[in-house]
Protein backbone atom coordinates (compact mmCIF):
# COMPACT_ATOMS: atom_id res chain seq x y z
CA UNK A 1 0.00 0.00 0.00
CA UNK A 2 2.77 2.72 0.98
CA UNK A 3 4.30 1.63 -2.45
CA UNK A 4 1.13 2.47 -4.26
CA UNK A 5 0.84 6.00 -2.50
CA UNK A 6 4.48 6.42 -2.79
CA UNK A 7 4.06 5.86 -6.48
CA UNK A 8 0.83 8.22 -6.34
CA UNK A 9 2.37 11.11 -4.72
CA UNK A 10 5.54 10.92 -7.18
CA UNK A 11 3.23 10.81 -10.05
CA UNK A 12 1.31 14.22 -9.29
CA UNK A 13 4.76 15.66 -8.89
CA UNK A 14 6.16 15.34 -11.75
CA UNK A 15 2.40 16.46 -12.99
CA UNK A 16 3.26 19.37 -11.49
CA UNK A 17 6.57 20.51 -12.71
CA UNK A 18 5.18 20.02 -16.09
CA UNK A 19 5.17 23.32 -17.83
CA UNK A 20 1.34 24.61 -18.22
CA UNK A 21 1.79 27.15 -21.22
CA UNK A 22 3.41 27.05 -24.13
CA UNK A 23 6.87 27.10 -24.23
CA UNK A 24 9.59 29.68 -25.66
CA UNK A 25 9.78 27.47 -28.85
CA UNK A 26 6.01 26.99 -29.15
CA UNK A 27 5.51 30.92 -28.73
CA UNK A 28 8.14 31.43 -31.45
CA UNK A 29 6.37 29.05 -33.60
CA UNK A 30 2.83 31.01 -32.95
CA UNK A 31 4.52 34.63 -33.33
CA UNK A 32 5.57 33.15 -36.86
CA UNK A 33 2.14 31.44 -37.96
CA UNK A 34 0.60 35.11 -37.02
CA UNK A 35 -0.16 36.87 -39.74
CA UNK A 36 1.47 39.93 -41.00
CA UNK A 37 -1.06 43.26 -41.49
CA UNK A 38 -0.28 46.68 -43.39
CA UNK A 39 0.68 49.11 -40.87
CA UNK A 40 -0.54 52.68 -41.71
CA UNK A 41 2.39 55.34 -40.82
CA UNK A 42 0.43 58.18 -41.98
CA UNK A 43 -1.44 59.51 -44.94
CA UNK A 44 -0.25 57.62 -48.02
CA UNK A 45 1.86 55.63 -46.23
CA UNK A 46 1.80 51.82 -45.25
CA UNK A 47 4.04 49.74 -44.31
CA UNK A 48 4.50 45.51 -44.14
CA UNK A 49 7.56 44.09 -41.63
CA UNK A 50 8.03 41.21 -43.46
CA UNK A 51 11.73 40.75 -41.33
CA UNK A 52 9.46 40.32 -37.95
CA UNK A 53 8.27 36.97 -39.49
CA UNK A 54 12.31 35.77 -38.30
CA UNK A 55 14.57 36.70 -35.32
CA UNK A 56 15.00 40.66 -35.03
CA UNK A 57 19.31 39.94 -35.58
CA UNK A 58 18.58 37.54 -38.88
CA UNK A 59 19.71 39.98 -42.10
CA UNK A 60 18.73 40.80 -44.68
CA UNK A 61 15.47 42.59 -42.88
CA UNK A 62 12.79 43.47 -45.91
CA UNK A 63 10.07 45.55 -45.59
CA UNK A 64 7.60 46.85 -48.32
CA UNK A 65 5.94 50.26 -48.02
CA UNK A 66 2.98 51.52 -50.57
CA UNK A 67 3.18 54.94 -51.03
CA UNK A 68 1.09 57.70 -52.97
CA UNK A 69 2.98 59.31 -56.17
CA UNK A 70 3.23 62.18 -54.04
CA UNK A 71 5.43 60.67 -50.76
CA UNK A 72 6.99 58.80 -53.58
CA UNK A 73 8.62 62.02 -54.70
CA UNK A 74 9.09 63.75 -51.40
CA UNK A 75 10.98 60.27 -50.45
CA UNK A 76 13.06 60.10 -53.57
CA UNK A 77 14.19 63.88 -53.61
CA UNK A 78 15.36 63.72 -50.11
CA UNK A 79 17.12 60.42 -49.50
CA UNK A 80 18.36 61.97 -46.20
CA UNK A 81 15.07 62.83 -45.09
CA UNK A 82 13.48 58.99 -45.88
CA UNK A 83 15.94 57.61 -43.93
CA UNK A 84 14.84 60.14 -41.12
CA UNK A 85 11.55 58.92 -41.71
CA UNK A 86 12.26 55.43 -41.75
CA UNK A 87 14.31 55.14 -38.23
CA UNK A 88 11.46 57.29 -36.58
CA UNK A 89 9.08 54.91 -37.79
CA UNK A 90 10.81 51.85 -36.57
CA UNK A 91 11.01 50.43 -39.96
CA UNK A 92 13.66 47.70 -39.01
CA UNK A 93 14.61 46.59 -35.56
CA UNK A 94 17.87 48.59 -36.03
CA UNK A 95 18.51 52.09 -37.84
CA UNK A 96 19.38 52.82 -41.32
CA UNK A 97 22.29 54.92 -41.59
CA UNK A 98 22.15 54.90 -45.44
CA UNK A 99 19.76 54.96 -48.42
CA UNK A 100 20.88 53.68 -51.96
CA UNK A 101 20.74 53.10 -54.50
CA UNK A 102 17.35 53.77 -55.40
CA UNK A 103 16.31 51.42 -58.62
CA UNK A 104 12.94 52.24 -60.01
CA UNK A 105 11.25 50.94 -62.85
CA UNK A 106 12.35 54.26 -65.68
CA UNK A 107 10.02 52.69 -68.31
CA UNK A 108 6.97 53.50 -66.71
CA UNK A 109 4.45 55.40 -68.55
CA UNK A 110 0.81 55.86 -67.74
CA UNK A 111 -1.60 56.40 -70.53
CA UNK A 112 -2.88 59.48 -68.88
CA UNK A 113 -0.33 61.84 -67.13
CA UNK A 114 -3.00 63.10 -64.83
CA UNK A 115 -2.65 59.33 -63.32
CA UNK A 116 0.01 58.98 -61.81
CA UNK A 117 0.30 55.84 -60.01
CA UNK A 118 1.01 54.81 -55.97
CA UNK A 119 4.06 53.04 -55.68
CA UNK A 120 5.31 50.44 -54.24
CA UNK A 121 8.90 50.11 -52.29
CA UNK A 122 10.77 47.47 -51.03
CA UNK A 123 13.64 48.17 -48.85
CA UNK A 124 16.53 45.63 -47.98
CA UNK A 125 18.16 46.53 -44.80
CA UNK A 126 21.49 45.08 -44.27
CA UNK A 127 23.60 43.95 -41.65
CA UNK A 128 25.94 47.33 -41.78
CA UNK A 129 22.76 49.23 -41.84
CA UNK A 130 22.75 50.34 -45.40
CA UNK A 131 18.98 49.76 -47.24
CA UNK A 132 18.87 49.27 -50.67
CA UNK A 133 15.15 50.61 -52.31
CA UNK A 134 13.45 49.20 -55.55
CA UNK A 135 10.35 51.14 -56.38
CA UNK A 136 7.84 49.77 -58.99
CA UNK A 137 4.65 51.37 -59.55
CA UNK A 138 1.64 49.43 -57.95
CA UNK A 139 -0.51 47.73 -60.27
CA UNK A 140 -3.68 49.10 -61.27
CA UNK A 141 -6.89 47.43 -62.91
CA UNK A 142 -7.65 48.43 -65.64
CA UNK A 143 -11.55 48.50 -66.22
CA UNK A 144 -13.37 48.42 -69.77
Known amino acids: MKRILFAALLALCVLFLLPSGPSNAQQAEQKKLAPLEWEKLR ?28 EYLKFF ?4 GFVKFINA ?5 KPVKVAGPWVTLSSYNPKNPKDDPDWVLTLVHGKLSYM ?9 QEYP
Open 43 to 70: DGVQVLKIWQLEEADKYPQISVLRVSNA
Open 77 to 80: QDPK
Open 89 to 93: NQVFS
Open 132 to 140: VVSALPQLT
